[in-house]
T-cell receptor, first 109, second 114 residues
Framework: GQNIDQPTEMTATEGAIVQINCTYQ??????LFWYQQHAGEAPTFLSY??LDGLEEKGRFSSFLSRSKGYSYLLLKELQMKDSASYLC??????????WGAGTKLIIKP | IAGITQAPTSQILAAGRRMTLRCTQD?????MYWYRQDLGLGLRLIHY???????GKGEVPDGYSVSRANTDDFPLTLASAVPSQTSVYFC?????????????FGNGTRLTVT
C-alpha cells in the first residue's frame, strides 16, 4: 500500500528553527508538496519538490531525497503565526495525490 | 478575488436526508476535487473531475455523487446522509495540465449528520 508518515505534533519556540520530516512509500513518484493549514481554515500551498535537494523560499525551505523516500520542511525564525498543521503530499506514478495526516506545530513564546 | 467558493459554511443534517454541497471556481481550472478531512487522517479524495463533462471516483466515493456540467461548478451530493459522513469537506481545483500544479482549496463545509 501507499503510505506517508509525519510526526503527529511538534512544539518549538518563537524565533527558533524547526524541521518537520516526511517519509513516503508510494507507487512511483512525480513530486512532493507541502501545505500549511491553520486551524479551521483551508490548506494553502507552500512548496513543491521533484528533484533532490533543497528549495528555499524565504523563511521556509523544503528538502527532498528520492532515494530515501524522505523530505523535510524547515521553518526558520519561527513566528507565532506559524502555529498550524503542515501537510505532506506525494504525487504517485498515476499523478494521484497521497496525503499524510499532517503535523501540528505549536509555537511557544 | 479569484478563488473557490463553497457553500454552505456549515450544516447540521438529519440522517437519511439528501444534501448538496456547492463549489464554484473562477480560475478556469480544468481539474476539480472533493476531499473530506477527519481528525487524525489525511485528506481523502471522494471524487474528482479532470475536465468539464468527466468525473472519476476517488478513495472514498461510496454514498457521494458529483457532476461537472461546466468548468466552474462541481457540486457534491449526499443522497442519504449517514453519521459517518460527519466531516469537513474541501473542494479544490488545479490547473491540471502540469504534474506540479498545486491545489487551491475552498474554505470548507463543516457537516454534522445526526
Amino acid at each position: 500500500g501507499q503510505n506517508i508518515d509525519q510526526p503527529t505534533e511538534m512544539t518549538a519556540t518563537e524565533g527558533a528553527i524547526v524541521q518537520i520530516n516526511c517519509t513516503y512509500q508510494t507507487s512511483g513518484f512525480n513530486g512532493l508538496f507541502w501545505y500549511q493549514q491553520h486551524a479551521g481554515e483551508a490548506p494553502t500551498f507552500l512548496s513543491y519538490n521533484v528533484l533532490d535537494g533543497l528549495e528555499e523560499k524565504g523563511r521556509f525551505s523544503s528538502f527532498l531525497s528520492r532515494s530515501k523516500g524522505y523530505s523535510y520542511l524547515l521553518l526558520k525564525e519561527l513566528q507565532m503565526k506559524d502555529s498550524a498543521s503542515y501537510l505532506c503530499a506525494v504525487t504517485d506514478s498515476n499523478y494521484q495525490l497521497i496525503w499524510g495526516a499532517g503535523t501540528k506545530l505549536i509555537i511557544k513564546p | 478575488i479569484a478563488g473557490i467558493t463553497q457553500a454552505p459554511t456549515s450544516q447540521i443534517l438529519a440522517a437519511g436526508r439528501r444534501m448538496t454541497l456547492r463549489c464554484t471556481q473562477d480560475m478556469r481550472h480544468n481539474a476539480m476535487y472533493w476531499y473530506r478531512q477527519d481528525l487524525g487522517l489525511g485528506l481523502r479524495l471522494i471524487h474528482y473531475s479532470n475536465t468539464a463533462g468527466t468525473t472519476g471516483k476517488g478513495e472514498v466515493p461510496d454514498g457521494y455523487s458529483v457532476s461537472r456540467a461546466n468548468t466552474d461548478d462541481f457540486p457534491l451530493t449526499l443522497a442519504s446522509a449517514v453519521p459517518s459522513q460527519t466531516s469537513v469537506y474541501f473542494c479544490a481545483s488545479s490547473d491540471g495540465r502540469r504534474g506540479n500544479s498545486p491545489l487551491h482549496f475552498g474554505n470548507g463545509t463543516r457537516l454534522t449528520v445526526t
